[in-house]
């Protein structure tokens, strides 16, 4: 869902995983949960002020370095966010709330994003390729399911 709000745009994303909430919060917090949905390695320092190093390969040769904002252990993390061109800044606000009946919910917040071409097509990408690794999330911790073995993307 994209939301216009005073800042500007946001998207918003939302999935119900039938998995504990400490156990998908590790997965957005540690290097052995995120790897098992996300980057193929990582590293992880989190703690504001603390990296995320996503690993493209086994051997960290292709990576992306990100910053953590934002860290509670109750199940929020935000990570420093450049898509797109590289002006661009729109942090990924990450929260985990337990569901009794369902598991846990996960809330994605990314933005702002500005009203103007580039940015909205930047949006509309991030929108897309964040559904499709949240999809990927649910199918891993409820399924044990990796789609990225199947369909990359």
């Not at 990100?66 to 509670?72: N, R, S």
Request: one cysteine or more; glycine letters at 8%; aromatic letters at 12%.
């Amino acid at each position: 869902m994209i939301r216009q709000e005073e800042d500007g745009l946001w998207l918003e994303l939302t999935e119900t995983i039938r998995a504990h909430h400490e156990e998908i919060f590790g997965a957005l917090s540690t290097a052995t949960g995120l790897t098992q949905w996300y980057p193929v390695a990582a590293k992880v320092d989190a703690r504001p002020g603390g990296t995320i190093v996503f690993g493209w390969d086994g051997e960290f040769s292709r990576k992306t370095t990100v910053a953590v904002l934002e860290y509670d252990a109750g199940g929020t993390i935000t990570w420093d966010w450049h898509p797109g061109v590289a002006d661009m800044h729109a942090p990924i606000y990450w929260s985990v709330e337990p569901s009794v009946e369902d598991g846990c919910k996960v809330t994605f917040r990314q933005g702002p994003f500005r009203d103007d071409r580039d940015a909205l097509l930047t949006l509309g990408n991030e929108a897309s390729t964040w559904r499709w690794h949240m999809c990927n999330m649910r199918s891993v911790f409820e399924a044990r399911h990796d789609m990225r073995k199947v369909r990359p993307i």
